[in-house]
């Protein structure tokens, strides 16, 4: 991978997000946003990015907890479990890899 190659995967894929996210946003919320007051929203926004981000570092350091400890001694009886569990963190947000029926499916394919 180049930079320039980089920098254009990015930028496609922060493209794709923000047209789906505006669109969808558009149709919930009736259109015209730069008609609309935004400050109270957008502070609700920003804390809900504090939180996942707070919950994303935590469940990242569980996966990696778990690929360490399977890197430690794959022959361990117990180590596909581990990888199972460090996947289903990653995926899911628990290591039973149980999926939340909160879960917007428009959110799952913005993170893909």
Do not use: C
């Amino acid at each position: 991978m180049t930079p320039n190659l980089h920098t254009e995967l990015v930028v496609n894929r922060v493209s794709d997000w923000v047209e789906h996210k505006y669109t969808a946003g558009q149709r919930e919320h009736g259109g015209e946003l730069w008609r609309k007051p935004v400050l109270e929203h957008l502070v609700e926004e920003a804390v809900d990015q504090s939180i996942y981000l707070v919950v994303l570092v935590d469940q990242v350091r569980e996966a990696t907890a778990r690929l360490y400890q399977f890197l430690a001694d794959p022959s361990d009886p117990g180590a596909s479990l581990l990888v199972q569990e460090a996947y289903n963190i990653l995926q899911h947000g628990n290591p039973e890899g149980e999926s939340s029926p909160e879960l917007n499916p428009s959110e799952v394919r913005l993170i893909k």
